[in-house]
């Protein structure tokens, strides 16, 4: 669908290949008109993984920066399950993210908003979705943020 390309480019959004999973699952999974896309860390297009605990050694401000990084992901991953065709995309229902954060850190939804903005603002109303915002004390590969989505798709 152009509006979503275009919207990717207001956006400034180049979407980088979709990464590989680092363990013994799948990167997305799809069932019925499902699409579920495994947890993506703050990974740039240079490989470099946004890592550290908010609250201690990164700021709120970084740790927004990784929930963009995943969430950039995620679309990729929701690009590559579609075969490219981003239009095949007709809900964002749920987004899951994981902080990991200090044990007095409370913003944990500031952290995530960024994600969920971006989804509006790719998909439009389509993009709305419920989420959770949760904290951690520890992430794979020591990741500042990780978040898990789950679409409906054609």
């Known amino acids: 669908m152009n509006s979503i390309t275009d919207n990717l480019k207001k ?5 980088p290949n ?3 999973p680092v363990g013994a699952y799948v990167a997305f999974k799809k069932t019925g ?17 946004i ?4 609250g201690k050694d990164l ?8 929930s963009r990084l995943c969430v950039i992901n995620i679309i990729s991953q929701a690009k590559k399950a ?3 065709d981003l239009g095949k995309i007709k809900n964002c229902i749920k987004i899951t993210g994981f ?6 850190f409370i913003s944990q939804p500031q952290v995530i908003n960024p994600a969920s903005e ?12 419920s989420r959770a915002a949760v904290s951690t004390n520890s992430l794979p590969l020591g990741a500042a943020v990780e978040i898990d989505a789950i679409f409906e798709i054609e």
Not at 99 to 104: F, G
Request: aromatic share 4%.
């Open 99 to 104: 902080v990991n954060s200090t044990e007095d």
């Open 82 to 84: 579609v075969d490219g």
């Open 18 to 20: 979709a990464p590989s």
């Open 33 to 49: 008109n499902l699409l579920f896309i495994s947890g993506q860390l703050p990974i740039s297009n240079d490989g470099k993984i």
């Open 51 to 54: 890592k550290g605990k908010i």
């Open 118 to 129: 971006i989804l509006t603002s790719v998909f439009g109303d389509n993009g709305k979705h």
């Open 59 to 66: 700021t709120l401000e970084d740790g927004q920066k990784a």
């Open 11 to 15: 956006l400034n959004i180049t979407l």
